[in-house]
């Protein structure tokens, strides 16, 4: 599994999950995220449909590369930590 993480410095939400993600990754060093800035990585934005006004994004990716869900906005690490232990063999 893989976490596509998109986010932006001007957006509040974002600044608040990055120490909840920080303390995820430290907790499962198995899990495999990727960070890009909404203003920064245009190609990502627009390969996944990013709205500007729906920041932060997080998409669950399988192993194939194939989106499983996604999450916008701010989450409780606990939100976060049920999709990923719910779908970690993906």
Known sequence: MKVLKFGAVWCSGCLVMRP???EIEAE???LQTEYY???QDKKMVAK???DRGKLPVF????KTGCEI???VGELKK???L???LANQDR
């Open 59 to 62: 998409i669950y990716l399988d």
């Open 20 to 22: 909840r993600w920080k």
């Open 28 to 30: 499962l060093p198995w």
């Open 82 to 84: 049920k999709i990923i």
């Open 48 to 50: 996944y449909a990013i």
């Open 69 to 71: 869900t996604r999450q």
């Open 37 to 39: 800035d909404y203003d």
């Open 78 to 80: 606990e939100e976060l």
